[in-house]
């Protein structure tokens, strides 16, 4: 058993991670108040994770093109109206001394829930906006009308409308960390708890995706009494300063024949990045920038660094968003890549008129490509990106830097460790050589890719860059029922409803994933 004083180290150590600075601890959590009010609309689905600055824009383009889709399929077939509700919560739930809340909004369906002893299913919001669509749509609420449970949705914490005004400023972005966010949902927990007078006989499941799927996870592992079992889908739970293997994996899944990727497809985009980067050190900055319409000449190193991540983050976004609403698809993407339509065109024209379509598709008339815009961006305080926070998170937990030094990329050696990381320094003043001790910490604290936790269920898609972070295996000692591998799909694509142009491998990940937790409720079911 733990000694009074290790707990305090432990409790410490998690306040140093979260804030840079020692304070006074405790763990007490609770000031909760609710208030109901008129819905608005968010995009929903789980948030991809990356820091380039069209993979930003990517996935917000996902976003609302899911948005779209649920909303109008929502219009045919439902009439439910979730409750939206505040609760106020500690800035800081490891500091008796500390009385600031924020407010944390949140969402209520309980249309399905229709005897009191009915499961309570937990949506986890990630590092951006949550949706009402989080509680009415998903195969989590496919599953709780099958089970008759009770739906809540909680946003994180200074993502969304979830922050004080002065939130963003760097000395209170300390109380952003993913150890205050699991504070948040155990109170929550309590809150809800209390509200709908549940007692232990209402089993709770958390869901979440990618880094809220990471989430879960953990919430599972660290709060046992209060959730059951926990989905977690394509869940980065290792933390990783040089995340080479991202692009390691991208470079496989644009080789995939089964999604219509080919070797010819990634030996094309190895040969373009080479003659580009080329293009751009031997003086031909102002034809290379008018090539790729870039809004300004590339002529600073940083900034031919961010035009060649800015190209890298296009293959990348088609890679993690296959199929999933993004400017292309692989298949079009190897398709362009390799068509000689004419004898004199080279890869590079054909990457030049892949940027033109996707700056057509996405209507972005030109790449920012000025590192100097990117920085004070990323220091606007009063911005409504979510860019900012996350990476602050990069820096004080995580890392997920994807760079392009491993000789298995395909893209630009540009991108390296040390470009990505001075964002960190420069944004927050936080020393480029602390970052190993934080993202040290985090695996220690959740246990990386061996977790020792049982009832979580990892499912991961086998072209989905981030399943190298995640649990892609069972381990007899702890858990051998953990792990679906999806053959063939990308991030997170188990969490949507189940569609009839769904690859046979997606249907039935998502009918093994109602079997597990259907397993879960009729075993919580039979104990006392």
Not at 260 to 277: I, L, R
Request: net charge negative; proline share 3%.
């Amino acid at each position: 058993m733990m000694s009074v004083l290790s707990w305090a180290a432990v409790i410490l150590l998690i306040d140093l991670v979260c804030s840079e600075t020692l304070l006074p601890v405790s763990t007490e959590a609770y000031s909760l108040q609710i208030h109901y009010q008129t819905l608005t609309h968010f995009c929903f689905h789980a948030y991809g994770i990356f820091l380039g600055q069209i993979l930003w824009r990517m996935k917000d383009h996902v976003h609302k093109i899911q948005t779209a889709r649920i909303k109008e399929r929502l219009t045919h077939t439902s009439t439910v109206i979730p409750k939206k509700g505040t609760i106020h919560q500690p800035l800081n739930h490891f500091d008796r001394k500390n009385d600031k809340t924020f407010p944390q909004k949140f969402f209520v369906n309980d249309i399905y829930w229709q005897h009191s002893d009915g499961p309570v299913f937990l949506y986890i919001g990630g590092e951006g906006p949550l949706s009402k669509f989080s509680v009415l749509f998903g195969h989590h609420v496919d599953m709780a009308e099958r089970y008759g449970a009770l739906l809540v949705a909680l946003e994180h914490r200074f993502y969304g409308q979830s922050i004080n005004s002065d939130g963003l400023e760097t000395e209170n972005l300390r109380d952003l960390c993913s150890q205050q966010a699991l504070a948040d949902l155990a109170a929550f927990h309590n809150y809800i708890s209390q509200r709908f007078s549940l007692s232990h006989k209402n089993t709770w499941i958390s869901f979440g995706g990618s880094y809220a799927g990471a989430l879960s996870a953990w919430l599972r592992g660290k709060f046992p009494h209060l959730i059951y079992g926990a989905v977690a889908s394509s869940a980065p739970v290792q933390a990783q300063l040089d995340f080479s293997s991202y692009n390691r994996v991208v470079g496989y899944s644009l080789m995939n024949e089964a999604v219509g990727g080919s070797k010819k497809c990634v030996a094309e985009v190895k040969g373009v990045f080479e003659a580009v980067e080329a293009a751009l050190l031997t003086g031909n900055e102002v034809e290379v920038g008018k090539d790729f319409g870039c809004c300004e000449t590339p002529f600073k190193p940083e900034d031919k660094t961010e035009l060649l991540q800015s190209l890298a983050d296009i293959f990348m976004g088609t890679v993690q968003y296959n199929e999933e609403g993004v400017a292309f698809s692989i298949r079009e993407l190897c398709d362009i890549m390799t068509n000689k339509s004419e004898q004199k065109e080279e890869a590079y024209d054909r990457l030049v008129k892949l940027t033109v379509m996707y700056r057509a598709r996405e209507k972005v008339s030109c790449l920012d490509v000025s590192h100097e815009k990117l920085v004070l961006e990323l220091r606007n305080t009063t911005a409504t990106s979510s860019y900012r926070q996350w990476l602050y998170q990069t820096c004080t937990e995580f890392g997920f830097y994807q760079t392009c030094e491993d000789t298995s990329c395909p893209f630009s050696r540009m991108s390296s460790i040390q470009s990505q990381t001075e964002l960190c320094s420069q944004i927050f003043d936080i020393p480029q050589d602390r970052l190993p001790l934080h993202i040290d910490f985090t695996n220690q604290y959740y246990g990386g890719k061996r977790p020792q936790t049982q009832r979580v269920l990892y499912i991961n898609g086998n072209i989905d860059p981030w399943t190298e972070l995640s649990v892609v295996w069972n381990d007899t000692m702890v858990d051998n029922d953990r792990v679906i591998l999806i053959d063939g799909t990308a991030h997170c694509m188990d969490m949507n409803s189940d569609k009839s142009m769904d690859k046979p491998a997606l249907h039935h990940a998502r009918k093994e994933i109602g079997r597990r937790v259907a397993t879960w409720l009729k075993i919580a079911a039979l104990a006392p």
